[in-house]
């Protein structure tokens, strides 16, 4: 199992357009991949539950991976989460 610890940088938080590219990222993979938020943990392949918990700007999440091919996903969403 690995983690990511990440700060959301874009001033109007996860909203919409990111959080679906994020989740077709996540959904490239075969392990399970969750994102917890204030105690909230939820499938990081569904754009629903994501946008759900309305996570905004400077807040601090955690991404966990865990599978077969979870080294190659967490580089994967590392370099993706750069570039938002």
Excluded at 22 to 37: G, K, P
């Amino acid at each position: 199992m690995l983690m990511i610890q990440y700060c959301v940088a874009d001033p109007v938080g996860f909203h919409a357009r990111p959080v679906t590219r994020l989740v077709q990222e996540a959904s490239r993979f075969r392990s399970d991949i969750t994102l917890t938020y204030e105690g909230y943990c939820v499938n990081l392949k569904s754009i629903f539950s994501v946008l759900a918990l309305a996570i905004p700007h400077n807040a601090h999440v955690e991404i966990t991976i865990d599978g077969d091919d979870e080294i190659i996903a967490k580089e994967s969403i590392e370099s993706f989460l750069r570039i938002l």
